[in-house]
């Protein structure tokens, strides 16, 4: 009897430890890993910039994300859609996605927004109706950005990424624009803030 309460206590610790061991994260595309592409864009989470659409994204990604229009005076609308966390290989972030839409398109989604917020930043945020969601399914994407929760030095930025070919400062603040141009990337890095990432479709 007693052995078989042993035996009984060691399954049981056996089981609870395996239970503890935390299971392998899935491979998945990483920020510093950037293809450029025959047409000249990049590929980065998989998404293939300038040739991927917002539904084959979503499939990549493994999430739905949310789209809105943001509007600010004077500058044209910004067609988004935004993941408010996400995991790959790891990292947990904030990814939004710019997407391709004609100017008369955008107008008709405005028109029809659910609600319109005004931004801290003066921008005005439409929420678009599920006919609106619908619709940009098969909008390109055109651009990433990638906010990750852990702020990364400018060590492991360099030990990442390489040297950028230039760093510009914007003034009367902290901020430094570190430029990729062959990777089609501009990081954001402010010593108080998180980093941004933002992969750009290639210029004519």
């Known amino acids: 009897m007693r052995n078989f309460?042993?035996?009984?206590?060691?399954?049981?610790a056996g089981l609870a430890a395996i239970m503890l061991i935390p299971s392998p994260q899935e491979p998945a595309p990483l920020p510093w890993e950037i293809t450029i592409m025959p047409d000249g864009n990049i590929e980065v989470f998989d998404?293939?910039?300038g040739t991927t659409n917002y539904r084959q994204a979503q499939q990549l990604l493994k999430q739905y994300g949310e789209t809105?229009?943001?509007s600010q005076q004077g500058e044209t609308p910004d067609v988004e859609a935004y993941f408010n966390s996400i995991n790959l290989g790891g990292l947990s972030a904030k990814l939004v996605l710019?997407?391709?839409a004609e100017q008369d398109q955008i107008t008709e989604m405005m028109s029809t927004a659910l609600e319109a917020r005004l931004q801290p930043s003066g921008a005005h945020q439409y929420e678009l109706s599920n006919e609106a969601n619908n619709q940009l399914v098969d909008a390109i994407v055109?651009?990433?950005t990638y906010i990750p929760s852990v702020k990364l030095s400018h060590d492991m930025l360099r030990h990442r990424f390489g040297e950028p070919n230039k760093v510009e400062t914007i003034e009367a603040s902290e901020t430094e624009l570190w430029l990729y141009n062959d990777k089609q990337l501009s990081i954001r890095v402010n010593p108080h803030e998180k980093t941004i990432l933002q992969y750009k479709l290639k210029t004519p």
Not at 5 to 12: S, Y
């Open 68 to 70: 809105a229009i943001f």
């Open 142 to 144: 055109i651009g990433i």
């Open 47 to 49: 998404i293939h910039i």
């Open 98 to 100: 710019n997407l391709a």
């Open 5 to 12: 309460l042993i035996g009984l206590v060691l399954f049981f």
